[in-house]
């Protein structure tokens, strides 16, 4: 079933997908591996798709009251829906996050884990983006994003603004297509 709306997802919207399949548990696996099981704040989710990073958040020990998914996709978020009943998931746009935080009385999160196809996204609306996560994160919490690009997705003049520390996490091979995995913490 999973599979079956992601493939239509992206039938219809490829761009907006990033990859062609949805991510390996060995990508999810090293998305989150930097999270603290005892991290008991608000993690906020961009663009969870199936809920291949959702269930590695919840493996890694976060509890699912406590993940926020930010979701642009309407069938995502009735598939995310049905598969975390006790998580927050938003259907909205993830330039829209301070507000998002703020109508959920978020003041930050701890952690913002991101499967958004950074670099098919236009350069302001990836800087919007970019710029509205650091906003809305608590120092010492960092964003980790994926990139199918040997390079850090999150541009480095929004690194640089926000005095954040660049982390080359890994690269996967057993994901289709290889991914690479790049972490921003905020100091």
């Known amino acids: 079933m999973t599979y ?17 399949f949805p991510s390996s548990a060995a990508l999810a696996s090293l998305m989150v591996k930097h999270i603290n099981s005892d991290t008991n704040g608000p993690v ?22 406590n993940l926020v998914l930010v979701e642009q996709s309407q069938e995502f978020v009735k598939l995310l829906k049905s598969l975390f009943p006790k998580a927050t998931i938003v259907c909205n746009d993830a330039r829209n996050i301070s507000r998002i935080s703020s109508d959920l009385g978020i003041k930050k999160f701890d952690e913002i884990v991101s499967g958004l196809p950074l670099n098919a996204i236009r350069d302001e609306q990836r800087r919007i983006i970019c710029n509205e996560s650091f906003k809305t994160l608590k120092p010492r919490g960092s964003i980790v994003q994926v990139s199918y690009l040997p390079r850090c997705s999150i541009p480095n003049s929004v690194i640089s603004k926000h005095s954040a520390k660049k982390i080359y996490c890994g690269v996967t ?3 289709i297509p290889p991914a690479f995995v790049w972490r921003a913490e905020k100091c």
């Not at 199936?50 to 493996?59: D, N, V």
């Open 173 to 175: 091979i057993a994901n």
């Open 44 to 65: 906020l989710e961009l663009g969870p798709g199936t809920g291949s990073f959702t269930r590695a958040l919840l493996r890694q020990g976060i509890s699912e009251q």
């Open 4 to 20: 079956k709306i992601w493939l239509q997802a992206y039938l219809k919207h490829p761009l907006r997908l990033g990859a062609i």
